[in-house]
């Protein structure tokens, strides 16, 4: 989508605009997406969302959370949508279902984001080799014997090592989502 400066658009408010959106877009596509069941229908309800975004971005406040204001609008554009669809026979699901979906969606996702902001910071704390046995597993899925070879370790050893990762990373993580929060 491309989006040429006019004098009441300064370049830096599109820049803005699309670097934002490009960091959420998948979050805000996937929640559309979950709360409708027409994949033809999610793709031009997103498309539309996308344009009001672009419309009332005059109205986002910069540093508060992009992902939850495209929601907003987001569910409005769903409900507009199944408004307007109201009339077609197969529109079963009503506005207070939706909702309630979205407001659940909203809660699992922020909390998803919290873990895994907690999961990056403790994975920060281990020691660079075991960093690197958890990329290689996780991130390059490589299998247990691959990981022996890089690492110098036997299976077995590896297979324990892992063990005692996720140990720790579980620890570490219901540590920090149980710790009180820091103003």
């Not at 036997?154 to 720790?168: D, N």
């Amino acid at each position: 989508m491309r989006m040429d400066p006019t004098p009441s658009t300064p370049p830096d408010r599109d820049e803005a605009y699309l670097r934002l959106l490009a960091e959420h877009e998948r979050a805000i596509a996937t929640y559309v997406y979950s709360l409708v069941n027409s994949t033809a229908d999610a793709a031009d309800i997103l498309q539309e969302c996308k344009l009001s975004m672009w419309r009332m971005f005059d109205r986002f406040e910069p540093g508060t959370d992009f992902r939850a204001w495209g929601r907003k609008i987001a569910i409005h554009q769903i409900l507009n949508f199944r408004r307007a669809a109201k009339r077609r026979p197969d529109s079963p699901v009503d506005r207070e279902f939706i909702e309630a979906v979205a407001a659940e969606i909203d809660r699992r996702s922020d909390h998803l984001d919290r873990k895994a902001d907690v999961l990056r910071s403790c994975l920060r704390k281990l020691p660079a080799d075991h960093r690197a046995i958890v990329v290689w597993r996780y991130y390059d899925e490589c299998e247990i014997p691959e990981i022996a070879t890089r690492s110098q370790r036997t299976e077995e050893a590896v297979y324990r090592l892992l063990s005692r990762i996720r140990r720790t990373l579980n620890d570490c993580i219901r540590r920090q989502l149980n710790a009180p929060a820091t103003p």
